[in-house]
């Protein structure tokens, strides 16, 4: 018969993002088959007694842990590609994946430098014999003219800034968002070129001036219009943005895909975490196995050069 004891430590091994692999192989090569059929009966979490009195799987439960043990495996094989191909093959995934995922195509557009972006476009040609603005058109919703100019840009990176421009074009987004229905800003041409083709270094100026002029952050003023806020984000303050997303991947009640998003982040961003002073405390209570250790290992290399 099982002990308490193994029965905690089985559903241990499942409670957090990612797999105890360790205490798993220790309890289950130990175990006879008596052993098992306590540990099923015992593991509420995972199997159920059906009206015949056989304990099986729960569904649902098991199609979570699949998603569980395959973390440490999309860790490593993110890791492992040519940033190029990775950020392609992340823009193709959410472009097919739908309106929820379309973060992930700002994320990717507003957070790389120009020649990053520039290769990612041209792997997307390599591998899906299209360009990404090519498979942007068969967006239905007004989120593609912002996504289809977020993606073609090629942003000057130099250091000059006119402030007396971006404090102006703080007044226009300000106008916009203000006098206006926000629900029309996916196509104010001026918002878009603004946040398409301006340089990061004046973006942040003008979120600056914005801030100054009207006692609230051009954020904050975008709060609940999602796409355009995590772009100003991932424009302005990706900290921000980052830190967003990874504390929404580890709530309790978070959803697979905020939990995907904790992989992503941290394989493609750890140098910036690093140099942001990101506190791996954050997240190492609740990561498990091979995917915690892969995770924190690859932030306290990310000052690696």
């Not at 041409?189 to 009207?214: N, P």
């Not at 100003?232 to 967003?244: G, H, M, S």
Request: hydrophobic share 35%; aromatic share 6%; charged share 30%.
């Amino acid at each position: 018969m099982a002990l308490p004891v193994h029965i905690e430590a089985l559903d241990k091994a499942f409670s957090g993002i990612g797999v105890d692999e360790k205490s798993l192989i220790s309890i289950l090569t130990n175990s006879n088959e008596e052993h098992k059929r306590s540990l099923r009966k015992g593991s509420s979490k995972l199997f159920i007694e059906d009206e015949n009195g056989f304990e099986r799987w729960d569904q649902s439960s098991i199609k979570i842990l699949k998603h569980q043990f395959n973390r440490f495996r999309d860790a490593v094989v993110l890791s492992l590609l040519h940033p190029w191909e990775r950020d392609a093959r992340l823009i193709e995934k959410a472009i097919r994946k739908g309106p929820k995922h379309y973060n992930v195509i700002v994320e990717v557009a507003c957070t790389r430098s120009s020649d990053q972006l520039l290769g990612a476009r041209k792997a997307y040609h390599s591998l899906f014999h299209h360009s990404i603005e090519e498979h942007l058109t068969h967006i239905k919703g007004r989120e593609r003219k912002l996504l289809v100019a977020l993606v073609s840009a090629y942003r000057y990176e130099g250091t000059g800034v006119n402030e007396d421009v971006a404090k102006s074009e703080a007044q226009i987004l300000y106008e916009a968002i203000n006098n206006g229905d926000k629900n029309k800003l996916l196509d104010h041409e001026d918002a878009i070129m603004i946040l398409a083709t301006r340089s990061k270094q004046h973006l942040q100026a003008l979120y600056r001036h914005y801030s100054q002029s009207y006692g609230k952050t051009l954020a904050q003023d975008l709060e609940g219009e999602g796409i355009l806020k995590d772009t100003v984000e991932c424009l302005c303050t990706p900290q921000t943005y980052f830190t967003r997303v990874l504390e929404a991947a580890v709530k309790e009640d978070a959803d697979e895909e905020s939990k995907r998003a904790l992989t992503r982040v941290i394989v493609t961003q750890k140098e910036q975490l690093v140099q942001e002073g990101f506190v791996p405390n954050k997240i190492q209570d609740i990561l498990l196995g091979l995917y915690k250790d892969f995770l924190l290992a690859s932030i306290a290399s990310g000052d690696i050069k």
